[in-house]
């Protein structure tokens, strides 16, 4: 079975500030990561993704993730955010039959 | 390319009603999937579709919840009979392949009184 925490339910952050959302998987085969976000009253959008390779994972809208397997994490992180990027943002990992389990999902607040 | 469509995008109902939930995938989209996302969590799968074909249906309540995809393109999701605790959204999602990307749609968020 495999499963996913994200640490925090909520993240409060200024404008322009650096951010990282943790993320935290359990699984007894190998794994495929990702990050979605979801803006008020829409669908999910991909983020980023972690199949194989490099670990350090780039992604749309200024955003990165980096894989670390001994500590089982795939935290995703901005440099800079703006007020655009608040949404809630949610962690998941795929099992080898594309059966996403999501984590329950980080509110980003971006401050002026 | 459109997106995934779903309808209607808000539904009100009392319980004990029955109520649909309708999807349009992403042409070509051969996989479909049908979450169940409740207020402050993840989504959690529901069923998965590959073509008209059930093949993943082990988190889906029978006896009140019931999917189709008929001619393996547009699905139905059904409620008969609604309980307060199905307030919720429920999200459709498609992929081209079944180890594809999937792509989502906006939702339909049900509220039952």
């Known amino acids: 079975a495999q499963s996913v925490t994200q640490l925090d339910s909520q993240v409060p952050v200024f404008e322009e500030a650096p951010v990282e959302l943790r993320c935290n998987y359990s699984?007894?085969?190998?794994?495929?990561l990702f990050w979605y976000v979801q803006y008020p009253n829409q669908g999910l959008q991909l983020l980023l993704k972690?199949?194989?390779?490099?670990?350090l994972v780039k992604g749309i809208n200024g955003f990165e993730a980096e894989f670390n397997k001994s500590q089982t994490s795939f935290h995703l992180r901005k440099p800079s955010v703006h007020i655009s990027d608040t949404a809630e943002y949610f962690c998941?990992?795929?099992?080898?039959?594309?059966?996403?389990?999501f984590g329950g999902g980080t509110r980003l607040m971006v401050k002026p | 390319e459109a997106g995934v469509v779903q309808s209607p995008r808000y539904k009100i109902i009392e319980k004990k009603q029955p109520v649909a939930f309708w999807c349009n995938p992403i042409s070509g989209h051969n996989t479909l999937y049908w979450y169940l996302q409740n207020l402050g969590q993840g989504p959690e799968l529901l069923i998965r579709y590959e073509n008209e074909e059930a093949v993943d249906d082990s988190q889906l309540p029978k006896d009140r919840f019931s999917a189709e995809r008929l001619k393996g393109v547009d699905s139905t999701l059904k409620i008969q009979p609604a309980e307060l605790g199905d307030s919720a959204v429920y999200l459709c999602?498609?992929?081209?392949?079944?180890?594809?990307?999937?792509?989502f749609g906006p939702g339909t968020r049900l509220t039952v009184t």
């Open positions: 999602a498609s992929s081209q392949t079944q180890l594809g990307e999937q792509y």
């Open positions: 972690y199949l194989s390779g490099s670990t």
């Open positions: 699984s007894s085969v190998s794994v495929y």
């Open positions: 998941a990992v795929r099992n080898a039959g594309n059966m996403l389990t």
